[in-house]
C-alpha cells in the first residue's frame, strides 16, 4: 500500500458520510527500520483534514525514537494546518463496495496528482477520474456520455475502457484496449491542440498494454514508442462539448513510477483541465490542493532532481506558509497554442507561468498562490 493511502481514505470517508468520520488511525508496523514511513502516515492523514491521530499502539511505542520525532514532526503540522482550507481535488467516482483497479489511486496520488474520491458521481465536476470500479455502476455510461457531451472533462483508465467495451464506450472514443502488451523507455509528447513532439527517455522501461485506436479520429498526447511500434500512454477525444481522456495504467501499478517527469507533467497538466497548477515530477511525490488557493508537496524521493510546477491562468506566484518565502520570478512562461499543421481551429488555455518547485528530496512544504 502507497503513502497516499492515508490521505485519499480519508477523503473518501469523509465523501461517504460527512462530518461522521472521527478521525484516521496509524500503526508503527513496518516503520521501525525508517521512521519516514511513520511521519507520513500522520502527515497524510492530518493533510486530509482528519479531525483526530489516533496512535495504535502506545505500548509498542514505548522505549523507541517515534514518540519524540512525533511530536516534533506534529508541533509543525499544527502550525499549518489552520491556515489550509478545505481539501479540493479531482473528483474520483468510487461506487459503493467497488473494485476492479484496486490501490490504484494510491499510485496515482504519489505522481503528483490531487485527488478527491467519493461515492457520489458529482454531474457538476469540473474534471472527473474514473477507474475501472467506477463500472460496477450499472447506470455509469448514460450518465459518463451525459456528463462529456454537456462540456465536462472525463479522464478514464484503460481498465475501465475495457470493462465498458461493449456497454457503449465506443460511442465516445475509437479507443480499443487489447490483450497485447508492449514495453519501452522511449516517450513522445504532443497535444491536439500544440504539438510539441518532445522525446524523453526513461531509465527503465514500463510494460503497457496496446490500444489500439482510429488516427485523427482519436489523438495521442502522449506516446510509447518501441523500435518501429508505438502505443498510446494518454489519448484525448471532443465528443459534444466536452473532452475524454484515457490513461493507459500498466499491470504493475509501479510501473507508473518508472515514467519521466515530463511525462507525469503531460498527465498532470490533462487532470489540471480547469484548475490551478499542476507539477511535473518525480514519481512519488504528491500534491495536495484546498479550496482558499492553498497548497502542499509532499517529496518522498530519496534524492534531488529537477521539479518544476505550472501555474495556470492569473496565478503569478506563491508563498511560503511557514517562512513567508515569495517566489514570483518563473523559470519562463510557456508559448500561448497556436493553430498547429491544417487545423481549422484552436482552444484557448490559461496562461502557464513555470516555477522551480522548491520542494527537495524528503521534505514537505505548504504555500498560498499569489496573484
Same mark, same amino acid.
Given at each position: 500500500?502507497?503513502?497516499?493511502?492515508?490521505?485519499?481514505?480519508?477523503?473518501?470517508?469523509?465523501?461517504?458520510?460527512?462530518?461522521? +468520520?472521527?478521525?484516521?488511525?496509524?500503526?508503527?508496523?513496518?516503520?521501525?527500520?525508517?521512521?519516514?514511513?511513520? &511521519?507520513?502516515?500522520?502527515?497524510?492523514? $492530518?493533510?486530509?483534514?482528519?479531525?483526530?491521530? &489516533?496512535?495504535?499502539?502506545?505500548?509498542?511505542?514505548?522505549?523507541?525514537?517515534?514518540?519524540?520525532?512525533?511530536?516534533?514532526?506534529?508541533?509543525? =503540522?499544527?502550525?499549518?494546518?489552520?491556515?489550509?482550507? =478545505?481539501?479540493?481535488?479531482?473528483?474520483? *467516482? @468510487?461506487?459503493?463496495?467497488?473494485?476492479?483497479?484496486?490501490?490504484?489511486?494510491?499510485? !496515482?496520488?504519489?505522481?503528483?496528482?490531487? $485527488?478527491?474520491?467519493?461515492?457520489?458521481?458529482? @454531474?457538476?465536476?469540473?474534471?472527473?477520474?474514473?477507474?475501472? +470500479?467506477?463500472?460496477?455502476?450499472?447506470?455509469? &455510461?448514460?450518465?459518463? @456520455?451525459?456528463?462529456?457531451?454537456?462540456?465536462?472533462?472525463?479522464?478514464? /483508465?484503460?481498465?475501465?475502457?475495457?470493462?465498458?467495451?461493449?456497454?457503449?464506450?465506443?460511442?465516445?472514443?475509437?479507443?480499443?484496449?487489447?490483450?497485447?502488451?508492449?514495453?519501452? /523507455?522511449?516517450?513522445?509528447?504532443?497535444?491536439?491542440?500544440?504539438?510539441?513532439?518532445?522525446?524523453?527517455?526513461?531509465? @527503465?522501461?514500463?510494460?503497457? /498494454?496496446?490500444?489500439?485506436?482510429?488516427?485523427?479520429?482519436?489523438?495521442?498526447?502522449?506516446?510509447?514508442? =518501441?523500435?518501429?511500434?508505438?502505443?498510446?500512454?494518454?489519448?484525448?477525444?471532443?465528443?459534444?462539448?466536452?473532452?475524454?481522456?484515457?490513461?493507459?495504467?500498466?499491470?504493475?501499478?509501479?510501473?507508473? *513510477?518508472?515514467?519521466?517527469?515530463?511525462?507525469?507533467?503531460? !498527465?498532470?497538466?490533462?487532470?489540471?483541465?480547469?484548475?490551478?497548477?499542476?507539477?511535473?515530477?518525480?514519481?512519488?511525490?504528491?500534491?495536495?490542493?484546498?479550496?482558499?488557493? /492553498?497548497?502542499?508537496?509532499? +517529496?518522498?524521493?530519496? *534524492?534531488?532532481?529537477?521539479?518544476? !510546477?505550472?501555474?495556470?491562468?492569473?496565478?503569478?506566484?506563491?508563498?511560503?506558509?511557514?517562512?513567508?518565502?515569495?517566489?514570483?520570478?518563473?523559470?519562463?512562461? +510557456?508559448?500561448?497554442?497556436?493553430?498547429?499543421?491544417?487545423?481549422?481551429?484552436?482552444?484557448?488555455?490559461?496562461?502557464?507561468?513555470?516555477?522551480? $518547485?522548491?520542494?527537495?528530496?524528503?521534505?514537505?512544504?505548504?504555500?498560498? $498562490?499569489?496573484?
Amino acid at each position: 500500500m502507497q503513502r497516499y493511502l492515508s490521505y485519499h481514505l480519508v477523503r473518501l470517508l469523509e465523501n461517504t458520510a460527512p462530518g461522521r +468520520n472521527g478521525g484516521g488511525w496509524i500503526d508503527p508496523f513496518g516503520s521501525f527500520g525508517n521512521m519516514n514511513r511513520y &511521519m507520513e502516515q500522520a502527515d497524510f492523514t $492530518l493533510f486530509a483534514k482528519a479531525r483526530e491521530l &489516533m496512535l495504535f499502539n502506545f505500548e509498542v511505542m514505548l522505549h523507541t525514537p517515534l514518540l519524540s520525532a512525533l511530536g516534533t514532526e506534529l508541533r509543525r =503540522v499544527d502550525a499549518v494546518l489552520g491556515k489550509l482550507g =478545505v481539501p479540493v481535488g479531482v473528483s474520483t *467516482y @468510487e461506487p459503493y463496495d467497488a473494485d476492479g483497479e484496486d490501490q490504484l489511486l494510491g499510485y !496515482i496520488g504519489q505522481c503528483g496528482i490531487p $485527488l478527491e474520491p467519493t461515492p457520489v458521481f458529482d @454531474e457538476h465536476a469540473p474534471v472527473l477520474f474514473l477507474t475501472e +470500479n467506477a463500472a460496477c455502476d450499472g447506470d455509469i &455510461m448514460p450518465r459518463l @456520455e451525459k456528463y462529456v457531451r454537456q462540456g465536462g472533462v472525463a479522464i478514464v /483508465t484503460s481498465g475501465f475502457v475495457k470493462a465498458m467495451e461493449d456497454r457503449g464506450i465506443r460511442q465516445l472514443t475509437s479507443v480499443k484496449v487489447t490483450d497485447r502488451k508492449v514495453s519501452g /523507455t522511449r516517450y513522445q509528447l504532443t497535444n491536439l491542440n500544440i504539438s510539441t513532439h518532445n522525446i524523453h527517455v526513461a531509465d @527503465e522501461s514500463a510494460l503497457f /498494454t496496446v490500444m489500439q485506436h482510429k488516427n485523427n479520429a482519436t489523438w495521442y498526447d502522449v506516446l510509447l514508442h =518501441v523500435n518501429d511500434f508505438s502505443t498510446p500512454v494518454m489519448t484525448e477525444d471532443q465528443y459534444g462539448r466536452g473532452f475524454l481522456y484515457i490513461l493507459n495504467i500498466p499491470d504493475n501499478y509501479g510501473d507508473l *513510477y518508472r515514467l519521466p517527469r515530463e511525462v507525469l507533467g503531460a !498527465i498532470g497538466k490533462n487532470f489540471a483541465r480547469k484548475g490551478k497548477l499542476f507539477l511535473s515530477v518525480n514519481a512519488r511525490c504528491s500534491l495536495f490542493m484546498y479550496d482558499n488557493d /492553498t497548497f502542499g508537496v509532499y +517529496n518522498m524521493n530519496e *534524492y534531488k532532481a529537477p521539479a518544476e !510546477i505550472t501555474l495556470l491562468g492569473d496565478y503569478t506566484g506563491f508563498e511560503d506558509l511557514e517562512t513567508g518565502a515569495r517566489y514570483e520570478q518563473p523559470l519562463h512562461i +510557456n508559448p500561448q497554442p497556436q493553430r498547429s499543421g491544417d487545423c481549422a481551429t484552436c482552444r484557448p488555455e490559461p496562461l502557464e507561468r513555470v516555477f522551480e $518547485l522548491p520542494v527537495g528530496a524528503g521534505q514537505w512544504k505548504f504555500f498560498k $498562490l499569489l496573484k
